[in-house]
């Protein structure tokens, strides 16, 4: 049993229609292409609709009954494979055409447009594939119908609030009409009692499967997002530029810094690093200069985005904080003392500044002092005969001068 439709979807759907005997299960083809044209079914044969009391009832008539309005249907294969509570409607899958007078003594609220709409999607179908013609020329005499399918959006303000009020004037005068030619249409067939308990038995381990598969890909996505990288979701990741925080001779700095093709790029300009003694006040200067080095980049306007927004927040994550604090007075002591990881990281700050500015003052001082650069390679685990042998005030010194090129690019210091 089909009949034109408009639309081109291909699926089928259950619904639950509720008409004035109850509620009645079913299953729906909105709209699919056949041979060239395009159609809508219901799950029947040549005479009826097919309405069930339950899921159960539905899915043991389909089990047991291979032909039907549907079984040529595109999707059926498909359908057909999925598990045993795809007969189940979706809460967005029941049709309340008998409650629709009840939806429209409601404000216009999404719950009462959405329901209207779906009831009368509904209605509209079962009367054009039953060929009904008082359900048929209802919908045809009254297009204001149409706007339903555009959201409570469309009833605001005294206009909408006047539509709405006017689909509940063309409801009062004939939607019983429609109700009582769709009850006349209501027709189950005979299921074995046997079948339709196993059929519920099954959806009833179906569903349980279901909501445990559903529950694990929650805790799963649950367990993926706390393990996910706050940072990764900010500004800067999307532009791939990081804030830098420096602590160093017991002060706390702050900059910018992206790689280009491996070469880093620091917020400043001809060798000179922008940078600020707290975080709030980085946002206010780059509102105001846009002259550095970062603004060339092409992602740099996703940061600008939010600085003329008012709402970029400074964030730092951990592997760009360097600190030097205590790296010189440790050096004096031993190296047992030195905590390696943040000589790494120091001295990769170092290098950073160095390469971006162009200059050989850090290779100058290595030449200079080679057994600071030796004392450094076997710090940091390279390969060398060299041993470290006290006193390591050398050491330290050369150090200083190595953290001295970096605060001289300072802008604020």
Avoid: C
């Amino acid at each position: 049993m089909t009949s034109p439709s408009s639309e081109a979807q291909q699926t089928i759907i259950p619904i639950k229609i509720s008409l004035t005997e109850g509620d009645f299960y079913t299953l729906w083809a909105p709209a699919y292409r056949e041979h060239g044209s395009v159609w809508q079914a219901f799950l029947g044969d040549d005479d009826n609709v097919f309405f069930f009391h339950s899921p159960a009832e539905l899915l043991a008539y389909i089990s047991a009954h291979p032909q039907h309005d549907l079984s040529d249907h595109p999707r059926w294969k498909a359908f057909q494979s999925k598990p045993e509570a795809r007969v189940v409607p979706e809460e967005s899958g029941h049709a309340d055409v008998v409650g629709v007078p009840a939806l429209l003594a409601e404000r216009p609220s999404h719950n009462a447009v959405s329901g209207t709409a779906r009831a009368m999607r509904v209605a509209r179908s079962l009367g054009e594939v039953l060929a009904e013609v008082k359900v048929t020329s209802f919908f045809s005499g009254h297009s204001v119908l149409d706007n339903l399918e555009r959201g409570s959006d469309h009833y605001i303000g005294d206009q909408g609030s006047e539509e709405w009020t006017g689909v509940g004037r063309v409801v009062v005068n004939g939607w019983n009409d429609v109700v009582d030619a769709l009850d006349a249409h209501v027709f189950t067939p005979d299921v074995d009692a046997d079948a339709v308990a196993e059929a519920e038995t099954a959806i009833a381990a179906s569903q349980e499967r279901i909501a445990e598969e559903k529950a694990a890909a929650e805790a799963k996505r649950k367990e993926e997002a706390e393990a996910a990288d706050p940072y990764d979701s900010t500004v800067w990741a999307a532009a791939g530029i990081d804030p830098v925080k420096i602590s160093i001779d017991g002060r706390t700095l702050y900059t910018l810094r992206t790689y280009v093709e491996g070469r880093p790029v620091f917020l400043g300009k001809y060798g000179e690093i922008f940078t600020f003694n707290n975080r709030k006040t980085m946002p206010r200067w780059l509102a105001e200069h846009g002259d550095h080095d970062l603004a060339k980049l092409s992602t740099w306007e996703t940061v600008m985005t939010e600085v003329n927004g008012g709402t970029l927040e400074v964030t730092v994550h951990e592997d760009n904080a360097y600190s030097f604090t205590g790296l010189e007075n440790d050096i004096r002591k031993g190296p047992k003392e030195v905590d390696t990881e943040q000589m790494r990281r120091a001295y990769e700050l170092l290098a950073d500044a160095a390469d971006w500015a162009a200059d050989d003052s850090l290779n100058s001082i290595l030449l200079a002092r080679p057994s600071l650069q030796e004392y450094i390679s076997y710090m940091l685990g390279g390969a060398s005969s060299y041993v470290p042998d006290p006193p390591f005030s050398k050491e330290a010194e050369g150090w200083k001068a190595l953290t001295e090129t970096l605060t001289q690019r300072f802008s604020k210091f």
